[in-house]
């Protein structure tokens, strides 16, 4: 497989959008990526030039971090071979999606432990942000479970890293925005598969009652994912959901086992069993429906944040009391609020509040028009809300659509950005690589 450099303009303003559709820089040139020798020449040669290159898997991004304005934008999506698995690992491109690298994994009956509900993300841009799934409270984020990494660094040297060998550039790489390499491939722990997935959604009256059982939940292990939903409500107000699964094989789990205790309505339960790999697959009908009424291609400014659990009532309170439904979230859009153990999370550029107990909390915004200046009222709505969050001790998960200045940046990682900034001088000096955070 060879490279392809494009300076086309239909391509270079292709590489000018993404899933959010907010953010719109122009690159000088497109390289579609053979190999990483192709990757590490071209950086070289950007590096030489004062040149920027960005990453770009997929193209989900929903703030332009995977652009690069007169630069080079790295379409890594041609770097997708996966396998064969050895044992409890597997060897996978970083352009290869997740829904791809199940494909090959359920056919010997193993999986990676922690899986992005969306499922058509790219491996790299996953692990570069973390990676958060609904088992993430039993086994951290994705960046967590990556055994060894390949990647092309700013100087364009080519470097295999791990916890033991070069662990700098290794801690560095996970979670770390891509600002010090470009990852070409990942070694994946994989853990054994369930066959099927019990399925509970579970209504509350607020979110007091909610919260009550996600504490619960979260304690006891009763269930291996649980992740919460509010949603605006037929006559107005919102609607509090958790949603937990037990994964299971021959022998199907008592349901009243798993249920004890709880302060759900009992009547409105909903219970299913599926197939794992459908209870994966969860998001496509939503995603089928954004394609077909032509939201897909509207703007998404989303906010991805944690809040610990001493102010996450308090904060979600208040913020909900903000919102305006629909006009906020968009007729399909939620509020996603999962509980997650902090102590769970090991890479220690992702971002988390001191408490042992937080939530992802997200606002999943998903407009019914197109207007720019809509979605321009909604990114500064996230700028106030995430500057609320941090007030109560929370953090950002940086795939939101969020402008963010370098000092706000030092900001967000605190003590962990001595780590990045040895790494940057170190193996980026000449800060080309990933401008669009606008983190150097």
């Known amino acids: 497989m060879t490279d392809e450099l494009r300076v086309d303009m239909p391509t270079r303003r292709a590489a000018a959008d993404d899933f959010g559709h907010l953010v719109h820089r122009v690159p000088e040139a497109v390289l579609v990526a053979g190999s990483g020798d192709d990757l590490a020449d071209t ?8 040149r920027k290159v960005a990453p770009r898997g997929n193209g989900h991004s929903t703030y332009g971090r995977s652009q690069a304005e007169d630069g080079v934008v790295a379409d890594v999506s041609r770097l997708r071979n996966i396998g064969p698995i050895d044992g409890d690992r597997i060897v996978v491109g970083a352009g290869a999606k997740w829904s791809e690298v199940l494909d090959v994994t359920l056919a010997q009956s193993m999986t990676p432990p922690v899986l992005t509900d969306y499922l058509e993300l790219s491996v790299g841009g996953t692990l570069v942000v973390g990676g958060v799934g609904g088992t993430t409270s039993a086994f951290g984020v994705q960046s967590d479970n990556l055994l060894e990494i390949e990647v092309v660094t700013g100087t364009g040297e080519i470097v295999i890293c791990s916890a033991e060998r070069h662990p700098d550039l290794f801690d560095a790489i ?21 066959e099927s997935v019990r399925r509970f959604l579970l209504f509350y ?39 937990g699964a037990k994964y299971f094989g021959a022998k199907r789990p008592d349901d009243a086992a798993l249920l004890a205790g709880l302060s759900d309505d009992p009547a409105r339960r909903d219970r299913t069993t599926i197939a794992y ?24 400014p989303w906010l991805t944040t944690f809040i610990g659990d001493v102010h996450v009532e308090s904060v ?12 906020d979230l968009g007729p399909l859009g939620q509020v996603v609020l999962s509980p997650i153990r902090t102590s769970a999370i090991s890479s220690p550029l992702l971002r988390m509040p001191s408490d042992e107990l937080a939530y992802a909390f997200n606002l999943v915004r998903l407009p019914a028009t197109d207007d ?17 969050v941090k007030e109560a001790g929370g953090t950002l998960y940086p795939v939101s659509a969020l402008p963010l200045s370098g000092r706000q940046w030092r900001d967000h990682f605190g003590p962990a950005f001595a780590r990045l900034e040895a790494a940057k001088r170190t193996f980026d000096p000449d800060d080309t690589l990933t401008p669009g955070y606008q983190v150097f």
């Open 43 to 50: 950086v070289r040669w950007a590096a030489r030039r004062g």
């Open 174 to 194: 996970r979670a770390g925005l891509g600002q010090v390499g470009i990852i070409v491939r990942a070694t994946l722990e994989l853990v054994p598969a369930p």
């Open 205 to 243: 009256p607020d979110l007091g009652a909610m919260l009550g059982d996600a504490r619960v939940l979260a304690a006891d292990d009763r269930f291996d994912a649980v992740q919460g939903a509010i949603v605006a409500a037929a006559g107005g107000g919102f609607a509090f959901r958790l949603d």
């Open 277 to 300: 790999r459908d209870y994966l697959n969860r998001l496509a009908p939503l995603e089928a429906a954004l394609r077909a009424n032509g939201q897909w291609h509207f703007p998404h």
């Open 316 to 327: 979600v309170n208040a913020e909900l009391a903000a919102l305006e439904p629909p006009a």
């Open 372 to 388: 720019r200046g809509e979605a321009r009222r909604l990114v500064k709505a996230n700028e106030a809300t995430y500057r609320r």
